[in-house]
């Protein structure tokens, strides 16, 4: 991986219902995403693991599942990472990417320079299944779209 290259972090477990959603998003702009340049990593990591992956990057966009309960199921939103302190957003990982970052900046880790947080709207994240909801699987070309739009405008800004 080459450090200076964008990077899409898709994240998601694979066990539990609609927490998946990241991880099948990824797999579905994987091949669109690399064409353009982007380093992709799809994975069930989280929190103080994703360190390796965002350390001394430019531009990263992560894609996770989050579940508000404020937003309809499937809407995809960016986060601001400024703004999360403030916000009640629930991702079923154990340390969030917030406090990841924070924790870089207290480590002087080289955190990235700028950061996305793409979040699609779940209801359930704690069923184990191998199938997301109805109503993701519904919306997932939509889905799949939205995010692919966000990333791109992202990674076009200066």
């Known amino acids: 991986m ?28 994987r091949d669109n995403l690399m064409r353009d340049g982007c380093d992709v990593e799809i994975v069930e990591k989280t929190g103080l693991n994703l360190i390796d992956y965002l350390e001394a990057r430019e531009k990263v ?19 601001d990472i400024k703004g999360i302190e403030s916000e009640t957003v629930w991702s079923p990982h154990y340390i969030g990417v917030l406090e990841t970052i924070k924790l870089m900046e207290m480590l002087s880790l080289d955190p990235p320079k700028k950061l996305m947080i793409i979040g699609i709207e779940v209801s359930d994240i704690y069923t184990i299944s191998n199938e997301i909801s109805k ?3 519904e919306k997932l070309d939509t889905i799949t779209m939205e995010v692919y739009y966000k990333i791109g405008r992202f990674l076009r800004e200066d």
Do not use: A
């Open 135 to 137: 109503e993701l699987e």
């Open 61 to 79: 966009v992560i894609v996770d599942s989050i579940m508000t309960s404020r937003h309809r199921i499937g809407e995809v939103l960016e986060i």
């Open 2 to 29: 080459e450090k200076s290259r964008p990077l899409i972090v898709f994240i998601g477990n694979s066990i539990f219902r609609d927490d998946r959603i990241g991880l099948i998003v990824g797999e579905k702009l």
